[in-house]
């Protein structure tokens, strides 16, 4: 039973609220431990005592369950991580969940996954939905890893579908201009063929996509998951079958989080509801500001678009998230002139944290992006993305009015 010591033995774990899941996963044995905060195991190795013990194959490694009990190195298994894990797919109510070292190695490791579960030496392809994060989309782009990529829109994915295609890529919200796809519908045209979503702008508290029959749900957990700047790390929440593979895969590579990030995100847990909910009543306040600025040209939130989207969002969001985007007038020398300008937020990459960044995705994020496919997604010279944080409200829109003013 999941909760075993921390709740009565009739609770249903998924019954539970989100914040109660939050605060409680992953610590159900520390009342039989006796302690109270997470205990955190740094050994890179493991005593030995039985031979026969330690004597398992790769597939019993990825099962996640022998290590547990008979530990033998940190790349195989490590308990802090694993702790992590049981509680991030109690958030996202899926059967399993994959940490890694960072987003982008979470990335390539579905897409590795994806390509194995074709079979070795036959053609693998991937349709994948525009706009994305741009290091995945530039991954995706360069042929690095062999994988065929199709470029689709949303309507367009069923027509895009190969009989080699092992994987339905896309982002909702998207980055960075807050772009919906409707998941049901996602999920609907891809028929048998799996979906990842990039789930990272909603977090689970905001969006479920498992709920509307995505196969992998990924985030990058540097980002809300951390939510304080100071870990990276990547983190997939899938079934059973997908999370082997992805843990041969991480045996493999090596792209494993480290225990101590996986401390921190699990630590950072029980606040991550507070943290959504409170910034996101913050971007709220400056989307509407920002409507009514005469030098900004578009503002993208979730919810402000069409009466389309605003549908799509009520049906699978709880919220229209902390991430919003603007375009200024002026093109690049504007947008730039804003981030130089701005005092209380921090002109940054990343997002997710407890304070405001401001990034301007053309010149950063989304670089590596080609040309012509930012220009047709909407990231344009004069588009600048915002992550609200924490900070009071009135305060920001001070701040952001006044680098406006400099424009």
Request: aromatic share 4%.
């Amino acid at each position: 039973m999941f909760f075993e010591t921390a709740m009565p033995k009739t609770v249903e774990p998924m019954k539970l609220s989100l914040e109660t899941r939050a605060v409680h996963g992953g610590r159900e044995d520390l009342h039989d431990m006796g302690v109270h905060a997470l205990p955190i195991d740094l050994s890179s190795t493991y005593r030995v005592p039985d031979l026969a013990a330690a004597g398992i194959d790769l597939e019993t490694l990825a099962s996640g369950g022998h290590p547990a009990t008979t530990p033998i190195y940190s790349r195989l298994h490590n308990p802090t991580v694993a702790r992590f894990e049981k509680a991030f797919a109690g958030l996202e109510g899926t059967e399993e969940a994959v940490a890694f070292g960072s987003g982008m190695a979470a990335v390539t490791s579905v897409l590795m996954a994806a390509r194995q579960r074709t079979g070795n030496g036959k053609p693998c392809h991937v349709v994948a939905i525009r706009p994305l994060y741009g290091g995945t989309d530039h991954l995706l782009a360069s042929g690095l890893l062999g994988i065929d990529v199709s470029w689709a829109r949303p309507d367009g994915i069923r027509r895009a579908l190969r009989s080699e295609t092992a994987l339905v890529i896309l982002e909702t919200p998207a980055n960075p201009t807050l772009s919906l796809v409707d998941l049901d519908e996602a999920v609907e045209q891809a028929g048998t063929v799996p979906v990842m979503v990039d789930s990272t702008f909603a977090t689970p508290v905001l969006q479920n996509p498992a709920r509307h029959g995505a196969a992998v749900v990924l985030h990058s957990a540097t980002k809300f998951i951390g939510g304080h700047g100071d870990v990276l790390a990547g983190v997939v929440a899938t079934d059973v079958e997908w999370a082997r593979e992805l843990r041969k895969i991480r045996v493999i590579t090596g792209n494993v989080l480290h225990p101590l990030a996986a401390y921190l995100l699990h630590r950072g847990l029980p606040t991550l509801p507070l943290r959504v909910r409170h910034a996101q009543q913050g971007a709220e306040e400056l989307a509407g500001r920002l409507l009514r600025h005469p030098r900004v040209t578009a503002v993208h939130y979730p919810g402000l678009g069409s009466s389309l989207e605003a549908a799509i969002m009520k049906k699978q969001m709880k919220g229209k998230g902390t991430i919003l985007a603007f375009n200024v007038s002026g093109g690049f020398a504007a947008a730039a002139r804003v981030m130089a300008s701005v005092e209380l937020m921090t002109p940054a990459v990343s997002l997710g944290s407890v304070d405001t960044l401001i990034q301007h995705p053309a010149a950063l994020t989304h670089r590596v992006v080609e040309e012509g496919a930012r220009r047709e997604n909407g990231i344009s010279e004069s588009l600048l993305r915002v992550s609200v944080g924490l900070e009071d409200p009135v305060d920001l829109w001070a701040d952001l009015e006044q680098a406006l003013e400099r424009v």
